[in-house]
């Protein structure tokens, strides 16, 4: 019964006799005074489903989706998707914590971790699969790497992999050189003053059960790895906090080696900058997924996340950024560009690529993240 | 209403937008913060309401926390030496200037016109390895190889006095501005010299406005995260980088919380401080 029919009836009744004049009176105004206050909040719950927000980490990457994905998506569906941008994963998990829900609806994230992350937050959603049939052009081992965390069930697709390497200006640093040091290049106290890292406590941790010689995902002798942390701390010029920082440092040679992530020193090399990339043993691998948080229009939430893993936008959106598409190369066609791409892996089973252990990471990340926060200041 | 009563109502009324605001946009988040810092983050990353003391016991009681605060209250007492060093001659100058002066003020407000970010990282082009003084020194023969310029307290230091050296020379003209020429004119007649007059007559008279200028060089300049996450080594972090990794890098919204309230109650005390005894009033003067 719609609101017209309901006043309607009040008023026959009123004309009936059935209500006083001052019970009509009162209903009409509780009536009004109902609508004016669910007014602007009914407008926001309509115009969520007229729209859907989408983050990321913006650049090429944006502009490949704009292209691609949300242009074609709104001319089909007629729901707008707002474009917005994060510098940080960790920032922008701040603002879902802070935001209502259904104000944040698709996250472009990195890492498995944080998928649980999000999951024990309580934001994680639950898609509809059948929504989503080009879920099927996805390399299984990536997907089922979520479901793990999920109870089988789906909060994301799975979109890109890479790995964080090991990045060194060529003309200081001979490939021979760091296939023989590895990933212990970065504590050499030969090149005091020309280290970088990345301010991340997960990657130093990584790195540190390298240069340790232990297994990242199961290191057993954690004094020792902060000691290399330590260590790699006071040889190391700046830690880097970003992506554009992290090419410019090599780029000036400001420093000579580092870790960094493989598409953007797949730029690097592309720009015609001589940095060489290799990954070490237990290398750092992980994925990026599309995640839809908990309290957003599903049904498009779901249609939009086919649209972005139709192999066209994927295809366009891995040349973009560098980083191969979570596609299945046994399955899908990735033209020229992708196979020549680090990381990429032709027989679609990620055999060769270490993730990190959600549960064994998260269930360090209190403890290390804060540690690391006072190893980095020289504690 | 007797007139009276009314005369008294008038300026409440007059006020109350101004006092709203005040009270939605600065009161109430900081009540929300003060309720936030007796919370707990549990291990998952979600916050545990309550009544705990154990954020306010970490941050009163870790030496990590002192070392860092004492380490911003540091550089922040010499950026502000340094603006009050560079920042007077340029305020004198342009206070005694004929002529130019509104040039030479639109000249100090034109860095405002950028962002600060971009203030910040323009040092980057200017002091690195490969950038515009090195390569400079190489050219002319003075140096065989780049020197390491960046990344240090002293580049932080810099990027600090370049953000708030505009605020001290501010404070400091409106300071020289109020103060009457004839004065100096007098004290050259009873036989002083130019530079006896500076100091004996225009220096005292304008401390207030150095005064004023030092406080809002220090305050900014203690609070700032920016500089030292751009321009500074691995051990270069101030006060506020700790909130930063607290709240954003940690998700440690509790601690973040009470990390801030301290830093927040220790400028408070230097603000009180100097409104005991200078006054609040040339503060506005410099600001307006």
Redesign the interface.
């Known amino acids: 019964m719609d609101n017209t029919r309901r006043y309607e009836r009040l008023l026959e009744r009123y004309r009936n006799g059935d209500l006083d004049r001052r019970k009509f009176l009162g209903l009409i105004g509780a009536a009004g005074l109902a609508y004016g206050v669910q007014t602007p909040f009914a407008r926001e719950a309509m115009a969520a489903t007229e729209q859907v927000r989408f983050d990321g980490w913006g650049g090429v990457v944006s502009e490949a989706f704009r292209k691609y994905a949300f242009d074609p998506y709104t001319a089909k569906t007629g729901i707008k998707v707002v474009d917005g941008t994060f510098g ?1 994963g ?2 922008y ?2 603002r879902v ?1 802070a935001s209502q829900p259904g104000e944040y609806n698709i996250a472009h994230l990195s890492g498995v971790f944080d998928y649980a ?1 999000y999951n ?3 934001l994680a959603s639950e898609l509809n699969e059948d929504n989503i049939p080009n879920l099927k052009f996805v390399i299984p081992k990536l997907v089922d790497v979520f479901r793990g965390v999920t109870n089988g069930k789906l909060s994301c697709v799975p979109y890109d992999y890479g790995t964080t390497g090991l990045a060194y200006n060529r003309k200081h640093i001979s490939d021979e050189e760091m296939k023989e040091k590895g990933a212990k290049i970065l504590i050499d106290d030969a090149y005091k ?1 020309k280290i970088g890292g990345w301010a991340d ?1 997960r990657t130093r941790m990584w790195y540190a059960a390298l240069q340790t010689d232990q297994d990242p995902n199961n290191a057993t002798d954690v004094d020792a790895m902060w000691d290399a942390v330590r260590k790699h ?1 006071d040889l ?4 880097w ?1 970003s992506g554009a920082e992290l090419m ?1 440092l090599l780029a ?3 420093i000579y080696v580092t870790e960094g992530w493989s598409g953007r020193i797949y730029a690097l090399q592309e720009q015609g900058h001589d940095i060489g990339y290799m990954d070490p043993p237990n290398g750092f691998g992980w994925q990026e997924c599309l995640f839809v948080i908990k309290g957003s229009p599903m049904e498009a939430c779901e249609e939009l996340l086919n649209f972005m893993l139709a192999p066209e936008t994927s295809i366009a959106v891995a040349e973009g950024q560098n980083y191969p598409p979570a596609l299945d190369p046994t399955k899908v066609d990735l033209g020229k560009k992708i196979p020549t791409l680090p990381a990429f892996d032709p027989t679609g089973t990620l055999a060769g690529l270490t993730f990190a252990n959600p549960d064994y990471w998260n269930g360090h ?2 403890e290390w ?2 540690m690391f ?2 190893v ?4 | 209403m007797s007139v009276e009563r009314r005369e008294a109502r008038q300026p409440w009324i007059l006020l109350s937008p101004a006092l709203t605001a005040v009270t939605l946009l600065l009161f109430v988040p900081l009540l929300f913060i003060l309720v936030y810092s007796f919370w707990l983050r549990t291990a998952t990353g979600a916050d545990q309401v309550g009544f705990f003391f154990d954020n306010w016991q970490e941050a009163l009681t870790d030496r990590f926390y002192r070392d860092i605060l004492l380490n911003t209250l540091k550089i922040a007492a010499i950026t502000t030496i340094v603006c009050a060093l560079m920042g007077y001659p340029a305020a004198y100058f342009i206070a005694r200037s004929r002529g130019n002066k509104a040039i030479l003020l639109l000249l100090l407000m034109l860095p405002f016109w950028i962002s600060y970010i971009i203030r910040t990282m323009s040092w980057i082009n200017i002091l690195g390895v490969s950038g515009a003084l090195n390569s400079i020194l190489l050219s002319l023969g003075i140096i065989h190889q780049p020197l390491q310029m960046l990344y240090n307290e002293t580049t932080v230091i810099l990027g600090l006095v370049h953000f708030l050296l505009p605020f001290m020379i501010l404070n400091v003209f409106v300071s020289l501005e109020g103060i009457d020429v004839t004065l100096e004119d007098a004290a050259h007649s009873l036989g002083a010299t130019r530079w006896q007059s500076f100091l004996e007559v225009t220096l005292p008279l304008s401390l207030p406005g150095l005064a004023a200028g030092g406080l809002l060089c220090f305050v900014l300049g203690a609070g700032t995260y920016i500089t030292p996450l751009v321009l500074g080594g691995p051990r270069d972090a101030m006060f506020a980088n700790l909130v930063f990794e607290a709240v954003i890098t940690q998700l440690n919204w509790p601690l973040g919380s009470a990390l801030s309230l301290m830093l927040l109650a220790v400028l408070g005390t230097l603000v009180l401080i100097y409104n005991r005894y200078l006054g609040m009033a040339q503060l506005m003067k410099g600001l307006g």
Request: charged fraction near 40%; hydrophobic fraction near 20%; glycine fraction near 16%.
């Open positions: 940080g960790d920032e998990l701040s914590k992350r024990n937050l309580g003053g406590w701390r190391a010029l700046k830690y906090t410019s000036e040679e400001e990340e209190a993240s804060k926060g006072r980095q200041k020289g504690y």
